[in-house]
């Protein structure tokens, strides 16, 4: 990279973290420091939320997934309107009606402390291994950019973030967020214009997006019910909307955004607008990998995106073998090349050819056949020499574009871009773990009646305590196939039990506490059981639906211990906006 980039990237990391520093330097109380100042207009809870969601993985995963798989990934996101609306009119009064800290407490005050502990627990294991990734991800770039050992960046990473949520809490991570969206739009809104740019003069916008619809990439909706299919209409507004009531529900890093705000009516605005916001927002990045794929097939595209492994395997038996491969796929990268030509030649005078349309797309096939085997030799070389290479490199893909293709200074930029969505997660997810250990564990059931100043420090004792942890599992975990869909398969794990004890408490008020807390004990045994059997091929279940499962699950078995073992002993509690 060059100086201006390396300046770039370094003032703009600077000033968000002294940013957020010197914005909260009164902070002094345990309230203000969990709550935030609950000043906060619907806007800036809006940029916050989708803040928060918008994590370095999704810049470099999203592009990814749709230079692969094309656009369908958008269905994902189709049920998060439906949810906010639900959220706006079911949840968040109560929430603000109760003054929680916590979603979990609400839980108490419904169930018992039991059933609140186990919420709470279920949070902190899901999202204490979400904060390692979303540390992990921009770490891998940096450390094959610059060749730093990856635990180094890990830590250099996990320091930055920490620094400035330790000093401020929520109303740090509040304030640099706005920045940080700031930064994040900018630079993709920038990318966009240079890929459009830097595609031949003869081929438009129109003609990319024809080429990419041919090359079948630009299948947004897939109506066939298919539960084995990640991504269709019926798992993004069935399992995709229970994903989105959980996490924006009860996941305590996206309820402590919004609970900061002014009143009521600005949260629910706030929620509303990332609802409208955030569908076209993740389309426009989606885009943004359709255009890097249309782009490459006019520039020369890798073998293989990851750079770090080609590096091995030229140094390996493998070389002759992976340069074969590289010469065959130049050969057939040129053909398809003129292939594409014809085909937008065609186009432009109103006589699409079905013939060369094939043609096209069996030159892509055999370039994909080609990339497998790439693939294929890099994984024979892992496993010859106990080693980890992980084959998938679709996350390598935008930031490839990016270090080979963008001017001196923009790769700053756009580098500014991964690093600010990284720290705005982390930052919520490691504010939102130390709320949640101080008020819903250690508060409650160990240390009960300590004074404000106690409670303020073992909160930013623990937001570190969980930063470290971060750090710790960012240095084991190994890329699964898209990180982009590792963070949703974590939360499908566990949201949709959360989901079903939050659905018991505000919807079935005949259920008591004990049958709550067995139901979400079995159901989230049979959902993990569910995702075991699926990841060993005895069953093909999309994780998506373990959501709407898990919900359904934790539901059934509430009525039905409620019916077997009615709760004598148990005090009937009633909560309602009117009390």
């Known amino acids: 990279m060059h100086l201006l980039d390396w300046i770039v990237l370094g003032a703009i990391l600077a000033l968000i973290v002294g940013y957020g520093i010197f914005k909260t330097r009164n902070i002094n109380t345990t309230e203000s420091y969990l709550k935030g100042t609950q000043t906060m207009p619907w806007w800036a809870i809006g940029l916050s939320v989708m803040a928060t969601q918008a994590s370095a993985i999704t810049f470099l995963s999203t592009p990814g997934q749709a230079y692969d798989d094309g656009m369908r990934f958008a269905q994902f996101y189709f049920g998060l309107p439906i949810a906010m609306i639900l959220l706006c009119v079911f949840v968040i009064p109560f929430y603000y009606k109760l003054n929680v800290y916590t979603a979990y407490e609400f839980l108490e005050k419904r169930f018992d402390l039991k059933t609140r502990t186990i919420t709470a627990i279920f949070f902190l294991v899901q999202r204490g291994l979400s904060a390692g990734l979303t540390i992990f991800a921009p770490a891998i770039i940096l450390s094959s950019i610059i060749g730093w050992n990856l635990n180094i960046t890990n830590l250099l990473i996990g ?30 809104f920038i990318a966009f214009l240079i890929l459009v740019q830097k595609l031949p003069e003869e081929v438009g916008v129109s003609n990319a997006v024809d080429i990419a619809g041919y090359m079948g990439k630009m299948n947004i909706v897939d109506f066939n019910f298919d539960l084995s299919s990640k991504y269709n209409i019926w798992s993004a507004l069935l399992g995709g909307t229970f994903l989105f009531l959980s996490y924006f529900g009860t996941d305590q890093s996206q309820v402590q955004r919004y609970l900061s705000g002014k009143n009521l009516a600005e949260t629910k605005l706030g929620l509303l607008f990332n609802g409208i916001f955030k569908v076209p927002m993740q389309v426009g990045i989606l885009f943004i990998g359709i255009m890097v794929f249309v782009f490459f097939q006019f520039h020369k595209a890798p073998l293989h995106f990851n750079q770090a492994n080609v590096n091995t395997i030229k140094q390996s038996e493998y070389a002759p073998q992976y340069a074969n491969l590289e010469s065959e796929y130049e050969k057939v990268n040129n053909e398809k090349r003129g292939a594409i030509y014809k085909v937008i030649a065609n186009d432009k005078e109103n006589k699409p050819n079905e013939a060369a349309i094939a043609n096209m797309n069996a030159l892509e096939a055999k370039e994909r056949n080609l990339r497998n085997e790439a693939k294929q030799i890099i994984e024979n070389y892992s496993d010859e020499n106990n080693l980890k290479l992980e084959t998938k490199d679709a996350d390598y893909v935008f930031i490839t574009f990016v270090m080979n293709y963008l001017p001196t200074g923009l790769i700053g930029l756009l580098l500014a871009v991964i690093f600010s969505a990284a720290m705005s997660s982390t930052a919520s997810e490691l504010n939102a773990l130390s709320t949640t250990t101080v008020i819903d564990i250690y508060k409650r059931s160990f240390v009960k009646n300590a004074s404000d100043k106690h409670y303020l420090r073992m909160s930013k004792f623990f937001t570190l305590l969980w930063g470290v942890m971060a750090l710790f599992f960012a240095t084991f975990i190994s890329l699964f196939a898209n990180l982009i869909e590792a963070v ?38 049979i959902v993990v059981t569910l995702f075991i059997l699926d990841l060993t091929e005895v069953i093909s279940l999309a994780y998506l639906w373990l959501n709407l499962i898990g919900c359904a699950i934790v539901i059934f078995l509430a009525m039905i211990f409620q019916a077997i073992r009615p709760s004598k002993n148990e005090p009937e509690v009633k909560l309602s906006l009117d009390e």
């Open 488 to 525: 949703n398969i974590i939360g499908s794990l566990f949201y949709g039990t959360v989901l079903g004890v939050f659905a018991v408490a505000f919807f079935f008020k005949y259920i008591r506490g004990n049958a709550v807390f067995l139901a979400a004990v079995v159901g989230e045994i």
């Open 159 to 188: 320091f930055l973030v920490i620094v400035y949520t330790v000093s401020g809490g929520t109303a740090a991570v509040s304030q640099t967020q706005k920045q940080q969206m700031f930064v994040i739009l900018t630079g993709m």
